[in-house]
């Protein structure tokens, strides 16, 4: 078994010396010979399936490769793998797995991944953490928390300036993406008052997203071009962003007027009636707008928020995003955090 073993690790280490056809070939003949006897060798199986996972990714065939790297037992096998390995590992199954169009799979790894960054304590592992779980939350169409995770990408130090801002970019594209509401009213601000995004083509767009004006279709068939595959996808006989521009838009007609009826709200924004009274009945079933219907008149009518009660809402909102801030101080560096409470309570009773 001893001598097997090493003439086996020897045709292993030889390999990289061979063609990328001819390593496809003994990779796959030996897997399946020694398949029945993996667990003696289970260092050896590990280098073959690493080496025919880089040859069918160079090939593009993204599923084939993830599925070899997922069949290494990282976890559960005898041999003890170094986190930083184990992490880098999970991180490009997820990348493989968005290439073929699993989000599902992508975001499981990318979990694990995540449960490795104290104990692989790599920065630069941590950063591609940060850039992969951003776009799993994007291809899963969760846009408000993909523009955020995006933002916060594009602030890193170690990344060039290119990267941060496409980073940018798909900060903004999401944030735009995403259902009216509080939390892209926020994005939204953020992006517009940084001075990087007058530089991008969206900019229009976003300063009339954070204005609330109305957006016309040729601005948004401008924009539309600049979107990846899945976020151009088609739900209902609407794209993601007809979808997002025709609630804004709803929006931006309810500060201008009290009440319209609703075929001029469909002229203004650009559907037939009856998806401009289903949008509009959707955003006010939802509190996203205050109004009501009249069905018999065919009318919509607006309502304007009670000053004292939107203030008293944003209050509340910045005290739950300063507790949120104070969560993650405490969640990384908690020594420091238990201190500085142990000594405010010590202090309070004095």
Known sequence: MVVARQVVSDIVNAMD?????????????LLSTIHSRHISYEEQVAQLRFKLADIYEMEGENKEAAKTLMAIPLETGQRSYPPELKMRTYLRIAQLAL???????????????????????????????????????????????AAQ??????????????????????????????????????????????ER??????????????????????????????????????????????????????????????????????????VDVKRAEKVTWQMIAENRICGSIDQLDGFVHFKRKDALAEWDEQIGELCQHVNNIVDLIVDAHKEWAEARIESGRIAATS
């Open 149 to 194: 995770r995006y933002y916060e990408l594009s602030l890193v130090p170690l990344l060039t300036n290119s990267e941060k801002m496409q980073a940018l970019m798909n900060a903004v594209s999401c944030a735009i993406l995403a259902s009216p509401g509080v939390q892209r009213s926020r994005m939204l601000t953020t992006l517009f008052k940084d």
């Open 197 to 270: 995004c007058e530089r991008l083509s969206s900019h229009s767009v976003l300063q009339k997203m954070h204005l609330e004006r109305l957006i016309k279709h040729d601005e948004m068939s401008e924009f539309e071009k600049s979107l990846a595959p899945h976020q151009r996808e088609v739900h209902d006989g609407c794209s993601i962003l007809q979808r997002a521009v025709i609630e804004h838009n709803v929006i931006a007609v309810s500060n201008i007027f009290t009440n319209v009826s609703f075929e001029n709200l469909a002229h203004l924004l650009d």
């Open 99 to 145: 290439e073929y169009g699993d989000a599902a799979d992508a975001e499981a790894f990318v979990n694990r991944a995540s449960m490795l960054q104290n104990d692989a304590k790599n920065e630069q592992l941590n950063v591609m953490y940060k850039a992969q779980y951003a776009r799993v939350l994007d291809h899963r169409c969760k846009f408000i928390e």
């Open 17 to 29: 010396q061979l063609a990328p056809t001819v390593v496809k070939k003994v990779a796959i003949g």
